[in-house]
Antibody, heavy 117, light 108 residues
């Protein structure tokens, strides 16, 4: 069965760089049409799409955060890594990774990241 | 960027009633690129409807989606206690992917 899980720090300081890893199973990121995306949700607020990487290494980013984001994949390890630079308290959120087959059909449980000094 | 506006913000209904949730897009997104998710407290979103009207695997038939162009609707008939949650629409007609702000369905 398909599963995804986010991992990374729970607490980062302002100005630091956040690195999150999505480790997945049950599908391959070398399959045509498949992607893995990152979505975040500040406490009590709506979902916000961040980035997406496809099987062919095509990368897409939210325009408002593009300068701070990098998404990469390691197909052999079944992992996708998101880095976000210059973290700020407003970036405090639960960060989800999800499989994308045009829509997000399987989601990880989410990882809460708090930005605080 | 395509903006999605969901209404109402909160919907108060009783079990057994029918819920109608709206999602309006700022541009035409056709009939194939609109998705609905359900999210319960402390949980990840769950895919309900894709392609505006196709139910995801395991989703009960009391959930249905309709619409095209800029106006879309999620209808939940015969509300069950487990249906009370927050519902989000999302479009993937063009990048950037965008979500609506959500509709909270609460027990009256």
């Amino acid at each position: 069965q398909i599963a995804l899980k986010e991992s990374g720090p729970t607490l980062v300081k302002p100005t630091q760089t956040l690195t999150l890893t999505c480790t997945f199973s049950g599908f391959s990121l070398s399959t045509s049409g498949v992607g893995v995306g990152w979505i975040r949700q500040p406490p009590g607020k709506a979902l916000e799409w961040l980035a997406l990487i496809y099987w062919d290494d095509d990368q897409r980013y939210s325009p408002s955060l593009k300068s701070r984001l990098t998404i990469t994949k390691d197909t052999s390890k079944n992992q996708v890594v998101l880095t976000m630079t210059n973290m700020d308290p407003v970036d405090t959120a639960t960060y989800y990774c999800a499989r994308c087959v045009r829509h997000f059909d399987y989601w990880g449980q989410g990882a809460l990241v708090t930005v605080s000094a | 960027e395509i903006m999605l506006t969901q209404s109402p913000g909160t919907l108060s209904l009783s079990p057994g009633e029918e819920a109608t949730l709206s999602c309006r897009a700022s541009q035409n997104i056709g009939s194939s690129y609109l998705v609905w998710y359900q999210q319960k407290p402390g949980q990840a979103p769950r895919l309900l409807i894709f392609g505006a009207s196709s139910r995801a695997t395991g989703i009960p038939d009391r959930f249905s989606g309709s619409g095209s162009g800029t106006d879309f609707t999620l209808t939940i008939t015969r509300l069950e206690p487990e249906d009370f949650a927050v519902y989000y629409c999302q479009q993937y007609e063009s990048s950037p992917i965008t979500f609506g702000q959500g509709t909270r369905l609460e027990i009256k």
